[in-house]
């Protein structure tokens, strides 16, 4: 069964910094591997979706990157704003199948 | 594109009681998911349809819940009878079926049962 861990649970930066997410699976067999933010109250927007076969996939100042082999994907985000107060979410897609896993997410707080 | 909609939006029942959410697709898509989000274990899958068909449900709590796609356009997820232990958030989600789609999500029914 596939186990997500996403660390640091929770975060909390200032404005304009530079931070990485970290998310690892156990299970390295998987299709693909979505990244999403979810705001207070609200569903999941899917931000980026790196195939199995990718190392990095970047949306503006988004860059997430893949090692399958090690279990591990990481969530970069630059110059980061009060905005992307968050939580993100990683989730592999098992093999053929449809499911996806979620990790327990990242609580991700940018101050002034 | 309206998204992937959701209702009801919250609801609010007694233990006991039948409840029932439903979810409209994104025209188009042929995956569904049903997902319930609670503080304790997350974001946990109920249940998939592919193309109508319920492919796997193992996610299903107990035999009180149950999931239905009539057609393409339309879901349900029922509960019957309630139980406190199944206030959550309840999300729907949809995509296309062709390996590396993304996954879009409805804004979720907030279930509180008394």
């Known amino acids: 069964k596939q186990e997500v861990t996403q660390i640091p649970a929770a975060l909390s930066v200032p404005e304009g910094e530079n931070l990485v997410l970290n998310c690892s699976f156990t299970?390295?067999?998987?299709?693909?591997l979505q990244w999403f933010r979810q705001d207070p109250g609200k569903g999941l927007t899917s931000l980026l979706l790196i195939q199995s076969s990718q190392r990095e996939q970047t949306s503006g100042r988004l860059n997430a990157s893949l090692d399958k082999s090690s279990g591990r994907s990481t969530l970069y985000i630059a110059a980061s704003q009060p905005g992307d107060s968050a939580t993100y979410l990683c989730?592999?897609?098992?093999?053929?199948?449809?499911?996806?896993?979620f990790g327990t997410g990242t609580r991700l707080q940018v101050t002034l | 594109d309206a998204g992937v909609i959701q209702s009801p939006r919250h609801e609010v029942t007694e233990m006991g009681q039948e409840v029932t959410l439903r979810c409209k697709p994104i025209s188009g898509h042929n995956s569904l998911f049903w997902y319930r989000q609670t503080m304790m274990r997350g974001l946990e899958l109920l249940i998939y349809?592919?193309?109508?068909?319920?492919?796997?449900d193992s996610g299903m709590p107990e035999d009180r819940f149950s999931a239905k796609m009539p057609n393409a356009s339309f879901s349900t997820l029922k509960i019957q009878p309630s139980e406190p232990r199944d206030s959550a958030v309840y999300f729907c989600?949809?995509?296309?079926?062709?390996?590396?789609?993304?996954?879009?999500f409805g804004s979720g029914t907030q279930l509180s049962v008394l």
């Open positions: 299970d390295s067999a998987i299709y693909n």
């Open positions: 349809f592919n193309n109508n068909v319920p492919i796997d």
């Open positions: 989730a592999p897609k098992e093999g053929t199948a449809s499911k996806l896993t």
């Open positions: 989600a949809s995509s296309l079926r062709r390996g590396n789609e993304k996954l879009f």
